[in-house]
């Protein structure tokens, strides 16, 4: 059973930094595609960063500049680098791996909560 763990999150003062990662544990095929999401208390989830498995990245616009989402392929890894974080970033944070095998199947972890405050 494929199991997504994601690790990093914390609290964090606003202009700091932190890197969240997230590893897939059993056997996965590699995935097309990667992102993290985040779910603000009352809000709906929503994506921040995809990359895909040639390496082509997309931001949500709130985060271009700040954050750089990056992945592993021989490892199955995805990672987010976010600097100058902000209040408004504050979330709980999700990775997703999305494999395509005749039907897509979408992993998801568990959450890291992320806490910008001062």
């Known amino acids: 059973q494929v199991q997504l763990e994601e690790s990093g999150g914390g609290l964090v003062q606003p202009g700091g930094s932190l890197r969240l990662s997230c590893a897939a544990s059993g056997s996965i095929f590699r995935p097309n595609v990667m992102a993290w999401y985040r779910q603000a208390p009352g809000k709906q989830r929503e994506v921040v960063a995809v990359?895909?498995?040639?390496?082509?990245?997309a931001y949500d616009d709130s985060v271009k500049g700040r954050f750089t989402i990056s992945r592993d392929n021989d490892k199955n890894t995805v990672a987010m680098q976010m600097n100058n974080l902000k209040p408004e970033d504050t979330a709980v944070y999700y990775c997703?791996?999305?494999?395509?095998?005749?039907?897509?199947?979408?992993?998801w972890g568990q959450g890291t909560q992320v806490t910008v405050s001062p």
């Open positions: 990359v895909t498995s040639g390496g082509t990245t």
């Open positions: 997703k791996m999305e494999i395509l095998i005749g039907r897509r199947i979408d992993y």
